[in-house]
Each structure stands twice: as C-alpha cells, then as structure tokens.
C-alpha cells in the first residue's frame, strides 16, 4: 500500500478518521499529563539552582567587601567616606587598586578641604583630620569632589 493510498482511506473512511484522532488525543493526553506530572519538579529544581547560585553570589560579595573594608582599614581610609568612591562591582584581584584609588582620591578632598579651610595658610602643627574639621565644610567639600571627579 502507498502512502497515497493510505492519505485517501483516512480522508474518505469516517471510521479510520475516528480511530486515528482518538490515537493523536490519546497520545496528546499522554504528553499533557507527563507535562503537568513533571513540570512542578523541574520548575522547582530550577527555583532551587538560582536560590543557590544567588546566596554563592551573595556569600561571595560580602566576603570581598569584608577584605576591602579590612584593607581601607589597615590604610586608615575612612569606610564612610571611601564608599562613595567603591566600585559596585570588584574582583579580589581588584582590592589594592581600588584602596590606592580611594586613597588617592581621599586624600585630593582631604587637601580640597584643607583649602577652603585655611586658604593658603599653613594648617595647625601636626597636621588636621577630618575628625577635627566641620562636618559642613566636609560635606561640602566632598560634594564638590564628586563634582569634579
């Protein structure tokens, strides 16, 4: 039999057309139930996999942000201030080149306070801290750096 011949006994012959839908919707039921029986699970482990990667991804961040805060710390640059200058993103590699920056853009608003300060006068002896200036004149100044910078 061709397969011609077995397209014309399906299209003409009520019976077979009947026989062979009621094999497709069994097939399709089949399908739908496995689908519906297995999607729950699979939706589940994929909810499971992302929770995981996202608390790794977490745990992660908040270890290098502990090592930066630890390494600005040991160069005596202020967590408060420097977190304006971070990085959203960084590497372990990255920690002494971000701690360089930030020092060096701390210590550029350091002196731009020192100047509005005491103009082209000498500061006091032994130097001046941020602790020892008006936090006005800080804030100011560190909201003139960000301009800058």
Do not use: C
């Not at 397209?7 to 012959?13: A, D, G, M, P, S």
């Not at 701690?99 to 500061?123: C, D, H, M, Y």
């Amino acid at each position: 039999m061709e397969i011609e011949n077995i397209k014309e006994f399906l299209e003409t012959n009520e019976e077979a057309k009947r026989f062979v839908e009621s094999l497709a919707d069994k097939r399709v039921t089949q399908a739908r139930t496995k689908w519906e029986t297995e999607l729950p699970s699979k939706i589940e482990a994929e909810l499971e996999q992302r929770a995981k990667i996202e608390a790794e991804r977490q745990e992660r961040e908040t270890r290098l942000r502990t090592m930066l805060g630890d390494r600005l710390t040991e160069a005596k640059i202020d967590f408060d201030l420097a977190s304006d200058f971070l990085p959203e993103t960084f590497e372990e590699d990255d920690i002494e080149k971000i701690v360089s920056s930030v020092g060096e853009r701390v210590e550029k608003l350091r002196q731009i306070v020192l100047k509005k300060t005491f103009g082209n006068a000498k500061p006091p002896q032994g130097g001046i801290g941020f602790g020892d200036l008006n936090e006005h004149l800080v804030t100011k100044a560190i909201d003139e750096s960000r301009r800058r910078l």
